[in-house]
């Protein structure tokens, strides 16, 4: 089955921009999450979705921002671009929230968006 | 505040075990995963302990003790496929993800 498709691959933005990226989860998964991810920082949890509502929050500024549509497809909008939010950002999804699918499986991640902002 | 700990670097010998150490300080404890990440590509799920003790999956093993603040991915009879970056990861009380910055690993023939 597919798995799950991030879209851009790449993005270069000018600082004061904003930017969406899209993920669509694999078939019949219905939480995602998004993170960003810089060298030698680690993976930073952004937020989590799960049947269009945002279960989950980070500790990212307000300009971060996400939505799920009813088909389990997530965007995530940064407003007002830095420089410091160039990054990779992944999203993973999963089954459901907790329980046997994620603890057996783990969440599946995508290839990710690499964002950077000049 | 919350932290997890992992060596930045770690150099094996193709054939040889390693064990790269993971220990956490975190909000409550629901679980502690270990990924896979190569250059360029996504993480993958290796493993997820919530008990104490050694699990094993072929090559892998990862191992838990939850009075320690401790983990352990070990990794026998390695290949160089095995090259890239080992990701720990514990699910704190808000069934959040806390991420290590993760170990590079390089396998030497």
């Known amino acids: 089955k597919a798995g799950v498709t991030q879209t851009p691959r790449y993005l270069i933005k000018t600082r004061g921009q904003q930017v969406t990226l899209s993920c669509s989860p694999i078939?019949?998964?219905?939480?995602v999450s998004w993170y960003q991810q810089t060298p030698g920082q680690g993976l930073q949890f952004l937020f989590e979705y799960f049947s269009e509502t945002q279960r989950n929050k980070g500790n990212f500024p307000g300009r971060f921002s996400g939505r799920q549509f009813s088909n389990s497809r997530s965007e995530m909008n940064v407003s007002t671009l830095e420089l410091g939010d160039s990054a990779l950002y992944l999203c993973?999804?999963?089954?459901?929230?907790?329980?046997?699918?994620?603890?057996?499986?783990?969440?599946?991640f995508g290839s990710g968006t690499r964002l950077t902002v000049v | 505040g919350q932290n997890i700990d992992q060596p930045t670097e770690m150099t094996a010998t193709e054939g040889a075990i390693v064990q790269i150490n993971c220990t956490y300080q975190t909000s409550g404890f629901n679980g502690l995963f270990w990924y896979q990440q190569h250059a360029g590509e996504a993480p993958t799920f290796l493993s997820y302990?919530?008990l104490d003790g050694l699990e094993e999956k072929g090559r892998f093993s990862s191992f838990l003790s939850r009075s320690k603040g401790y983990s352990y991915l070990l990794l026998k009879e390695l290949q160089m496929k095995d090259s890239a970056s080992y990701l720990c990861a514990v699910m704190d009380s808000n069934y959040q993800l806390i991420w290590g910055a993760g170990t590079k690993l390089i396998i030497k023939p």
């Open positions: 993973a999804s999963s089954p459901s929230l907790r329980g046997q699918g994620v603890f057996n499986y783990g969440y599946t």
């Open positions: 302990n919530v």
């Open positions: 078939s019949g998964h219905r939480s």
